[in-house]
Nanobody, 127 residues
């Protein structure tokens, strides 16, 4: 089992920045790809970003590309999501997720690819 705990969410004005963290515990040696997803009320869970086991490969959803940066520190078992130039449409609950199937999952942009999930952290961007 892998346990994931997100932190760093909050209220920010449009144009501002936040950094989310996701701390993993348990069988962390089994974790390969890590992903971030978000879900706004009444909407589907959308792919935000993913990072390979080594941290050398990243992928982003179209709406956040160029504004968000995903990184990981395997020594600390922590993944980060730096969010800049935030927009009101970025408002959502943000979840981190772990995939144990591969160092770089081929279906990394699909929430069904991930076995473990955090509880989520709310990000609210005011206009």
């Amino acid at each position: 089992q892998v346990q994931l705990v997100e932190s760093g969410g909050g209220l920010v004005q449009a144009g501002g920045s936040l950094r989310l963290s996701c701390a993993a515990s348990g069988r962390t040696f089994s974790v390969g790809t890590m992903g971030w997803f978000r879900q706004a009320p009444g909407k589907e869970r959308d792919f935000v970003a993913a990072i390979s086991w080594s941290g050398g490969i990243t992928d982003y959803g179209y709406s956040v590309k160029g504004r968000f940066t995903v990184s990981r520190d395997n020594a600390k078992n922590t993944v980060y999501l730096q969010m800049n130039s935030l927009k009101p449409e970025d408002t959502a609950v943000y979840y981190c997720a772990a995939d144990t199937s591969a160092p770089w999952a081929t279906s990394r942009n699909r929430w069904t690819s991930y076995e473990y999930w955090g509880q989520g952290t709310q990000v609210t961007v005011s206009s």
